[in-house]
T-cell receptor, first 113, second 115 residues
């Protein structure tokens, strides 16, 4: 059973702080890793994708991947109240399963002014 | 442009009704997906279409019937649904499903209520 684990939260950080969201996955052959942001009542929005070990930065967001430890994280610098949302980690693809992604349960982030 | 559109935004239907959800993308993507999402849960994959052919059916009940009329359109036909089918139905698309690096973009979803 392929699994993706995230802390459900809520994770509460003060405005301006760094929010750190973590995700572990069980299948070593996973190739692609994604972070989605989902506001309450809205659909998931892709904010980061990462495919190789190391860090990938995009504005205030940094994704980190460590395939040896089967660990992927998302750092949000200078957190803003508008970052308050549920963050979904997604992992894929899996052999012979095309575009299927496995989602974690999501971490709810609350940024307090 | 990473826009996926879905209609309708909201749908209320009785258990004996037949209705359809529609999804459209103009990004030239060749893989399209239907997901179901319940409150406080992650999206749950239902179907994948790859190059207009059904490639994955996640053992979805036959009261849900997908259709891909062309590479830009995806429909989900609904018939004899149950109240527990009430959920947010999400469409997504990706460049394809045959490479190891693909990104799925979601539409805004259809909020379905079965009465």
């Amino acid at each position: 059973q392929k699994e993706v684990e995230q802390n459900s939260g809520p994770l509460s950080v003060p405005e301006g702080a760094i929010a750190s969201l973590n995700c572990t996955y069980s299948d070593r052959v996973s190739q692609s890793f994604f972070w989605y942001r989902q506001y309450s009542g809205k659909s998931p929005e892709l904010i980061m994708s990462i495919y190789s070990n190391g860090d990938k930065e995009d504005g205030r967001f940094t994704a980190q991947l460590n395939k040896a430890s089967q660990y992927v994280s998302l750092l949000i610098r200078d957190s803003q109240p508008s970052d308050s949302a549920t963050y979904l980690c997604a992992v894929g693809p899996f052999y012979n399963q095309g575009g299927k992604l496995i989602f974690g349960q999501g971490t709810e982030l609350s940024v307090k002014p | 442009d990473t826009e996926v559109t879905q209609t309708p935004k909201h749908l209320v239907m009785g258990m004996t009704n037949k209705k359809s959800l529609k999804c459209e993308q103009h990004m030239g993507h060749r893989a399209m997906y239907w997901y179901k999402q319940k409150a406080k849960k992650p999206p749950e994959l239902m179907f994948v279409y790859s190059y207009e052919k059904l490639s994955i059916n996640e053992s979805v009940p036959s009261r849900f019937s997908p259709e891909c009329p062309n590479s830009s359109l995806l429909n989900l036909h609904l018939h004899a649904l149950q109240p527990e089918d009430s959920a947010l139905y999400l469409c997504a698309s990706s460049q394809d499903d045959r490479t190891s690096s693909y990104e799925q973009y979601f539409g805004p979803g259809t909020r379905l209520t079965v009465t």
